[in-house]
């Protein structure tokens, strides 16, 4: 692979890299407020022992787990960037001419 088209990869790869950094950022923001939210409402559930208390805690905790199944994905597609990234760099330099 050409200097140039290597170049142009490790660009795009930064740049998807950075989108998902900042999308897992989100995500894990959001993912406290679902925690916060199931855990909530499994401390209301087992204080009233009603049928609808547990039912908004199941809610809550399958939002909350959903979250975290996004959040684990975007983690994995940041992690896969990286090595992509480290591979790229890694020709860049060993197609590097030694200076003279």
Do not use: C, N
Not at 5 to 33: C, Y
Not at 39 to 49: F, M, Q
Request: aromatic share 4%; charged share 35%; glycine share 0%.
């Amino acid at each position: 692979m050409s200097r140039v088209l290597i170049e142009r990869r490790l660009f795009d790869v930064a740049q998807r890299l950075k989108r998902a950094r900042e999308q897992l950022g989100l995500i894990e923001e959001q993912l406290a407020v679902f925690a916060d939210a199931a855990d909530e409402a499994r401390i209301r559930s087992l204080v009233s022992e009603t049928p609808l208390a547990h039912r908004e805690y199941t809610e809550a905790q399958r939002h909350a787990d959903a979250m975290e199944r996004s959040r684990r994905a975007v983690a994995e597609e940041v992690a896969e960037l990286q090595a992509t990234q480290d591979q790229l760099l890694d020709r860049l330099i060993s197609d590097d001419p030694a200076p003279s």
